[in-house]
């Protein structure tokens, strides 16, 4: 089975950039879509970006203007360009791919923390 493995978490100070990647042990091109979302302890994982298959993306409202999604289907990967980061952008971020059966692959999730 594909594994989805993500990178590029760390600690920035609020502003500040970071890029996430996640990549795929087979073809990205087997996924109807691929995504990021995000969760804070205690709360609900919530959905940051999609990009699907033919291009199509989607941004939580939270992240408009701010993040883009990205994937190169050569090299198996899905990015997160994270801008403009702020402290409630703090999370565990993890890489979804939603298969063409509909069930989902999900990564472990990569740590950001943004300090203030």
């Known amino acids: 089975q594909v594994q989805l493995v993500e990178s590029g978490g760390g600690l920035v100070q609020a502003g500040g950039s970071l890029r996430l990647s996640c990549t795929a042990s087979?073809?990205?091109?087997?996924?109807?879509?691929l995504g990021w979302y995000r969760q804070i302890p205690g709360k609900q994982r919530e959905l940051v970006a999609t990009?699907?298959?033919?291009?199509?993306?989607d941004y939580a409202d939270s992240v408009k203007g701010r993040f883009t999604i990205s994937r190169d289907n050569a090299k198996n990967t899905m990015n997160l360009q994270m801008n403009s980061l702020k402290p409630e952008d703090a999370a565990v971020y993890y890489c979804?791919?939603?298969?063409?059966?509909?069930?989902?692959?999900w990564g472990q999730g990569t740590l950001v923390t943004v300090s203030s």
């Open positions: 087979g073809s990205i091109l087997q996924f109807r879509s």
């Open positions: 990009i699907t298959r033919s291009g199509t993306i």
């Open positions: 979804n791919a939603l298969l063409t059966n509909y069930n989902e692959l």
